[in-house]
Nanobody, 128 residues
Framework: QAQLVESGGGSVQVGGSLRLSCTASGRAFSNTAMAWFRQASGKEREFVAAVTWVISRTFYEDSVKGRFTIPGDTAGNTNTLYLQMNSLKPDDTALYYC???????????????????WGQGTQVTVSS
């Protein structure tokens, strides 16, 4: 049974940084794309950032552009995903989910429906 496991969440002050990790484990499967979503208390799940390995492209939600990055070689290890989060704001407080897509991909996807594996989430709390 394949699964995604997130780590790296925590509590930081405004302006701080965190690095989230997501690792696929279990049966071997080939990810074509991975993404981060987040869900704040009382709100719907929203897209944060994604990478589609086969075309080596990343995409970010507007509010995190310039602050969050998916580091490393996007055509490299497709079973591990990172999210470097800098200049964190209270609005970034949420449960962050990792998602993976194992079917054909020719674009970067921002909808949760495009991903067929999900992690349990890791909490990020930013305080002022």
């Amino acid at each position: 049974q394949a699964q995604l496991v997130e780590s790296g969440g925590g509590s930081v002050q405004v302006g701080g940084s965190l690095r989230l990790s997501c690792t696929a484990s279990g049966r071997a499967f080939s990810n074509t794309a991975m993404a981060w979503f987040r869900q704040a208390s009382g709100k719907e799940r929203e897209f944060v950032a994604a990478v589609t390995w086969v075309i080596s492209r990343t995409f970010y939600e507007d509010s995190v552009k310039g602050r969050f990055t998916i580091p490393g070689d996007t055509a490299g290890n497709t079973n591990t995903l990172y999210l470097q989060m800098n200049s964190l704001k209270p609005d970034d407080t949420a449960l962050y989910y990792c998602a993976a897509r194992t079917v054909y991909a020719n674009a970067v996807f921002t909808t949760p429906l495009a991903y067929n594996f999900w992690g349990q989430g890791t909490q990020v709390t930013v305080s002022s």
